[in-house]
Nanobody, 116 residues
Framework: QVRLVESGGGLVQPGGSLRLSCAASGFTFSPVTMSWYRQAPGKERELVAFITSTSGGTNYADSVKGRFTIFRDNAKSTVYLQMNDLQPEDTAVYYC?????????WGQGTQVTVSS
């Protein structure tokens, strides 16, 4: 059974940092491109970053470039999102995800709130 379990969210002040983790199980992790998405209240879910399986190449939404870093540990079947210089507009539920053969798989999400 495929499982994606996110953790690491919380309340942080503007300018602060958080590291999100997504522990994967139930499938072979290393060949899979993994992504982080987020959804703010009243907004559509958006892609934040992804990391490929082979070269470990990464790509980021313009809004987070230079502040967020995605990386993975294939030995632990875990993908991370290091978030620095967080701003109120980063407030959202963050989800990890990957494309299966017929559908996209999602975790349950972790709430990130940036507020003073």
């Amino acid at each position: 059974q495929v499982r994606l379990v996110e953790s690491g969210g919380g309340l942080v002040q503007p300018g602060g940092s958080l590291r999100l983790s997504c522990a994967a199980s139930g499938f072979t992790f290393s060949p899979v491109t993994m992504s982080w998405y987020r959804q703010a209240p009243g907004k559509e879910r958006e892609l934040v970053a992804f990391i490929t399986s082979t070269s470990g190449g990464t790509n980021y939404a313009d809004s987070v470039k230079g502040r967020f870093t995605i990386f993975r540990d294939n030995a632990k079947s875990t993908v991370y999102l290091q978030m620095n210089d967080l701003q109120p507009e980063d407030t959202a539920v963050y989800y990890c995800s990957f494309p299966g053969r017929f559908l996209r798989f999602w975790g349950q999400g972790t709430q990130v709130t940036v507020s003073s």
